[in-house]
């Protein structure tokens, strides 16, 4: 018998022919209490991790608000993934002579080297959705490579109000590989102290655009 | 690492665990902070009890039906592009790491914490056939330049405070700062600035993971750092080693252990990082993905209708950490990667009878605080009494059981005592190897007084030990 075939067997044997059905009760809540502005208690949440949160009202002032943080951060190289709206980063002085305010876009077509990311500055997304209750980002597919959201030292995330749900069940489904992010890279190796910064992006910008 | 062969039995390796007053400080200070961090976490859910129940029901339903569900879970990721591999024990899944390892020219691997590799002691596999294994997790890290042993599920690195930290840092770690103090943003930028190269430059990762779900094939690995980012997106051979019982069955199974399991854990809303991943995606991560299902124990376990609830284990450790003999003992008292309430009940069901496993289920005082922490409800106290029965033939023991219960005295006596009765337990008073277990504590308890008074009275100002 080969290992698949013993296990299967030491299974079955386990559990004997007549087996027990179990039902998974699924009343735990889907909802957030009533009266929750979902959108608030996202961005009160994610601040809790130390991630550094924005509020934006109108769409038309994202891009501003993107160019004002690459400029505190003194951002000179910032990644793209395939797909990002450009209407967010006019604000960005990507296409400029190279003057002193100069920031290198790059774009993630073709795949930028992984030597490429560890030497950028940082690096701007959308989210596929986002969890109030927990603070929690979710990363898709449309939001590039996992890498490009790892390996950068800084990462600027834009979320729209219309994206954020209240809670774990809430989240719609998200096609793997999927990244649920839930505040800077942190952890609570030394004496269960939560701290910010180890192997991903020590600092995490969220814009939420929208109310 | 050592490994745990040859380690001695609970009570004298706790005997000597109580001498070491730094580790019983670090110990005491550290799940003091996580308990409470857990605490109000959970105070947070309003349906913490209803998503435990949840959490109890999916574990079951998957542990019921588990042939079927591992099937299924084959058949999805080989869709998906990866690979499945069986291994019936440690050696086998050994064997099958080494052979991918090989099979990929590569002689170093690097390591996002887990569980079962520990368990099957891989990393000394892997050196013992010329790989070197670079554990990536900050506590493994720690762990792994100490030449020591881990000591706790989640924080292997628990018994070791900062200070300490900062002088291995500086002793053991290549490169690092001589001026390199003992702040811990300091100390993780090291591990850091450390660990990059390795990152950016591996070929071959190890990992194994939190939950595989049946339905879809996703595997799901929970971290902190994003240092299992890094081992699951960068590598180009991605090499998962899984228990047979982390599948669930479905996706939607997840909306409730991801929220049980951080809350229960770290004590947070969320850990920082979930990964998903599917076989392999092209453009995006590993082009090779292996998965070894390992038994190791596991179908042993599952065909004792008691024992088996340790299956449902989720590894959150928070019964470790409510745990009073963890406290004051610490994890390598167990003599085993699986410390604590948990692996006093999973430790002897894996690894099957001997001198540390046998001791094991008398490691606790039956005071029920691990059941009521445990986020899938896990009656560890009746799979402990269980289990004593079976590992336990001599009069002493029988002995030890009735102290045990007796120590139990208190606010949970009534309700401890039904159970006990209600499995047909006899309250003895008599000491057996029990007397062991009371030696093994820098004071004995002294006569009438219940475990939970001696240890409310040790715990008061002006009893610190
Ligand atoms: S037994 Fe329960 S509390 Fe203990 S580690 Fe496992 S899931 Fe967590």
Sequence with gaps: MDAREEVLARIRAALGPRRERVEVPRDYHRQPPEGTDVVALFAERVADYRADVRRVT?????????????????????????????????????DGAGGRDHVELRRDDPPLSTAQLDDSDAVITECAAAVAETGTLVLGRDQGRRALTLVPDRHICVVRAERVVGTVPQLPAVPPPATWVSGPSATSDIELHRVEGVHGPRTLVVLVVGC | MSTWLGMPPFPEAAREAL????????LRAATATIRAKRAAVVAERADWEQLREAGRAIKDRALRDLD?????????????????????????????????????GADEVVKVKSMATQEIELNEALAAAGITAVETDLAELIVQLGHDRPS???????????AQIRDLFRREMPGADPELTDD??????????????????????????????????????????????????LPEVLISVVGIEKVVPTEA?????????PRSATGERMN???????????????????????DNGRTTALADEIGRDAL??????ACLNVCPVYERTGGHAYGSVYPGPIGAILTPQLRGPDPVADSLPYASTLCGACFDACPVKIDIPRALVHLRTKVAHGAGERAAMGVAAWTMAGPRRFALGRRLAAIGVRLARLPGPWRKWTEARDLPVPSGETFREWWANREGPSGRP
């Design chain 2, 253 to 261: 199974d997840l909306e409730v252990l991801l929220q049980l399991l």
């Design chain 2, 184 to 233: 811990p943003v300091e100390l993780a930028s090291a591990a850091r600035a450390h660990l990059r190269r390795k990152f950016l430059t591996a070929r071959v990762a190890v990992s194994g993971a939190n939950f595989a779900v049946a339905e879809t094939g996703s595997l799901v690995v929970v971290e902190s750092e994003g240092n299992g980012r890094m081992c699951l997106t």
């Design chain 2, 312 to 317: 449902r284990c989720i590894r959150c450790s």
């Design chain 2, 68 to 104: 079927t569900h591992l099937l299924r879970l084959e058949e999805r990721v080989i869709a998906a592009g990866g690979t499945v591999h069986w291994a019936r024990d440690a050696a086998e899944a050994n064997r099958i790491v080494i052979g991918l390892v090989d099979a990929a």
């Design chain 1, 58 to 94: 109108a769409a038309c002032g994202v891009a501003d608000e993107v160019g004002r943080v690459v400029r505190e951060l003194g951002i000179r190289s910032l990644v793209v993934p395939v797909g990002f709206p450009d209407a967010y980063l006019s604000g960005v002085d990507g």
């Design chain 2, 152 to 162: 706790h599920i989640l924080v292997p690195a628990i018994h070791r405070n900062r």
């Design chain 2, 272 to 294: 920082p990082y979930t990964s998903l991943w599917r076989g392999t995606t092209p453009g995006d991560g590993p082009r090779e993905f292996h998965l070894v299902l390992l």
């Design chain 2, 19 to 26: 001498a070491d007053t730094q580790l019983r400080a670090n």
